[in-house]
Nanobody, 124 residues
Framework: VQLQASGGGVVQPGGSLRLSCAAS????????MGWFRQAPGKEREFVAA????????YYADSVKDRFSISRNNAKNTVYLQINSLKPEDTAVYYC??????????????????WGQGTQVTVSS
């Protein structure tokens, strides 16, 4: 499966963005999906994940009140809604697919396929 992340941009603090991750090559419903992010000078970190059906989600504690992951398997797309953006949310955001379907894991090695990333910059 190939993943293409999009929807990033420059946003003022307090603003919102919806990131999208479009899949091609194989039906997205085969995979649990996750979002990770990497801020400048920092390691990539887990943000959110969703089960194959979309019925279950898992969030990093630092974002669970502001981020929402969802998916539309008919459109082969996963979304990350980010609200109340803060400067510390500035990062490249990556989507990833897990063949095992284990969405309840924050570890990168759980994921088999990665998108190229989309830049989110929060600045006034």
């Amino acid at each position: 499966v190939q993943l293409q992340a999009s929807g990033g941009g420059v946003v003022q603090p307090g603003g919102s963005l919806r990131l999208s991750c479009a899949a091609s090559g194989r039906t997205l419903s085969y995979y649990a999906m996750g979002w990770f992010r990497q801020a400048p000078g920092k390691e990539r970190e887990f943000v959110a994940a969703i089960s194959r059906s979309g019925g279950s989600t898992y969030y990093a504690d630092s974002v669970k009140d502001r981020f929402s992951i969802s998916r539309n398997n008919a459109k082969n797309t996963v979304y990350l809604q980010i609200n109340s953006l803060k400067p510390e949310d500035t990062a490249v955001y990556y989507c990833a697919a897990s063949r095992s379907g284990n969405y309840y894991s924050p570890y990168e090695n759980e994921y088999d396929y990665w998108g190229q990333g989309t830049q989110v910059t929060v600045s006034s």
